[in-house]
């Protein structure tokens, strides 16, 4: 398993996140590919990274394309009110979405796991140390041994992310778990979605030892939401050049009335 299907990445991310549909995410990725085709067109060369604020002026520019004048009202449906919002969304998707198999590399502190595992410090660990096939246990335990441990946890590791649920209230009490993850474990998962909360739950099980996974988008050190707060406003994108002159002032309310 190492491709994650988009609408399997989809679930996840909004079981998050649930302020912003399906939809909206599929119009921010195709907006994406949308903007680096305009720019590789530009600069005449191939695909690369894009910066927040190219990626909001190819937002614009598709959003128009694909909705006319009804671009503000569809974007509006979705839960996006303004530049921020394309941010979150990106960042969704930047954080969370990706494979959840570890890699070799993923195993960021092998010795200092395997402690914590075969010392069964906690509840998790020794849940998950029983849960290891005999013949890995004894080869872990074996010092000579020490070059093949990596390889070896990331195996048995992997095997418990795709098979079952992880979580168990009285496994984890000694790992306080993020409200939104708290939403995740009580939610009925299957499959990929299954398999990312597990190792979402290992990750922040093992901060220090297990890396976090991937996203489905990538980023730089760089990128940050903030790249998104310098935006446009949404009146003057979307609705101004479709109006006639005497209507292209937003609508101001009335002033509130003096006692």
């Known amino acids: 398993m190492q491709e994650v299907n988009f609408e399997d990445a989809l679930e996840i991310i909004t079981l998050k996140d649930p302020r912003y549909p399906r939809e909206a995410y599929s ?13 590789a067109k530009e600069k005449q060369g191939g695909i690369r990274h894009v910066s927040g604020q190219e990626l909001l002026a190819g937002i614009k520019d598709y959003a128009l394309t694909q909705f006319g004048p009804m671009a503000m009202m569809v974007l509006q449906e979705w ?25 070799s590399d993923d195993l960021l502190d092998v010795p200092g796991l395997l402690q914590r595992l075969t010392a069964e ?30 390889e070896l946890l990331m ?3 992997n095997h418990l992310i795709l098979s079952s ?16 993850t708290k939403t995740l474990v009580t939610s009925p998962l ?15 099980a093992y901060p220090g030892q297990i890396a976090r996974s991937h996203g489905l988008l990538a980023k730089t050190k760089d990128d940050s939401r903030a790249d998104f707060e310098e935006g ?19 609508t101001q309310p009335d002033p509130a009335p003096t006692r």
């Open 27 to 39: 119009f921010v990725r195709e907006a994406l590919d949308h903007t680096q085709r305009l720019l």
């Open 79 to 103: 839960g996006i009110h303004g530049c921020q919002d394309f941010g979150e969304l990106v960042f969704n998707m930047v954080e969370t979405g990706g494979c959840p198999m570890l890699l």
């Open 121 to 150: 410090a906690d509840p998790l660990s020794a849940f998950l140390w029983q849960s290891f096939t005999e013949p890995s246990r004894k080869r872990l335990l074996d010092e000579s041994a020490a070059a093949t441990h990596g």
């Open 155 to 157: 195996q048995e590791l």
């Open 165 to 180: 649920p992880l979580y168990d209230e009285q496994r984890f009490s000694a790992v306080s778990l993020p409200a939104e």
């Open 190 to 204: 299957e499959g990929v979605p299954l398999a990312q909360v597990n190792r979402m739950l290992l990750e922040l």
């Open 232 to 250: 446009y406003d949404f009146f003057e994108a979307f609705r101004k050049p479709f109006l006639p002159p005497s209507k292209q002032a937003p």
